[in-house]
């Protein structure tokens, strides 16, 4: 029927918007920083008030974030709605696409760079990590980077130590 084709047109136009839109902020996105524009289209805007107040005296850092946010405030008004982190879905370097949403990488996380992405990649990809003693042992990161991704729930539900404790079976 006539809906159908319509129905079916849409749908392969919406997962050709929300391709582009990965791509962009995968290859585009010099600044992008997940705690601000992936926490939802309230936070976003209020940070991008901010930089448009102080347009003019923007740091080179603040105007390439100002670009990446623009980009994200179109993905929201197109609603296209943004997964968070995943220690298991997301990709060290790469935004992937997660039924129709969009899913960020370890690196859009502010402080975290290429190397630290895809060994958090490789070893997710491996198995879970035990406690977060282990996640820091293969991964090679520091306890800092370690309490940051527990901050924002990546780690969520991960034991501390490998330690099992004899109070823990009771």
């Given at each position: 029927?006539?809906?159908?084709?319509?129905?079916?047109?849409?749908?392969?136009?919406?997962?050709?918007?929300?391709?582009?839109?990965?791509?962009?902020?995968?290859?585009?996105?010099?600044?992008?920083?997940?705690?601000?524009?992936?926490?939802?289209?309230?936070?976003?805007?209020?940070?991008?008030?901010?930089?448009?107040?102080?347009?003019?005296?923007?740091?080179?850092?603040?105007?390439?974030?100002?670009?990446?946010?623009?980009?994200?405030?179109e993905m929201y008004a197109r609603g296209i709605e943004m997964l968070p982190v995943d220690l298991y879905h997301s990709k060290g370097?790469?935004?992937?696409?997660?039924?129709?949403?969009?899913?960020?990488?370890?690196?859009?996380?502010?402080?975290?760079?290429?190397s630290v992405g895809r060994q958090i990649e490789e070893e997710a990809s491996k198995g879970r990590?035990?406690?977060?003693?282990?996640?820091?042992?293969?991964?090679?990161?520091?306890?800092?980077?370690?309490?940051?991704?527990?901050?924002?729930?990546?780690?969520?539900?991960?034991?501390?130590?490998?330690?099992?404790?004899?109070?823990?079976?009771?």
């Amino acid at each position: 029927s006539i809906v159908s084709i319509v129905f079916n047109m849409l749908m392969v136009a919406f997962k050709l918007v929300v391709s582009f839109i990965t791509n962009s902020v995968s290859i585009r996105a010099d600044a992008f920083n997940y705690e601000k524009m992936c926490q939802g289209p309230q936070v976003l805007h209020s940070y991008l008030d901010d930089l448009r107040r102080r347009k003019d005296s923007l740091s080179p850092k603040e105007q390439a974030e100002l670009k990446d946010m623009r980009i994200v405030e179109e993905m929201y008004a197109r609603g296209i709605e943004m997964l968070p982190v995943d220690l298991y879905h997301s990709k060290g370097t790469v935004f992937s696409i997660e039924d129709g949403k969009l899913r960020p990488c370890f690196t859009s996380i502010d402080g975290l760079g290429e190397s630290v992405g895809r060994q958090i990649e490789e070893e997710a990809s491996k198995g879970r990590f035990l406690s977060k003693e282990d996640f820091r042992n293969r991964c090679k990161v520091g306890k800092s980077t370690c309490d940051m991704l527990e901050s924002m729930g990546v780690l969520k539900g991960i034991p501390e130590s490998d330690q099992i404790s004899l109070f823990d079976t009771f």
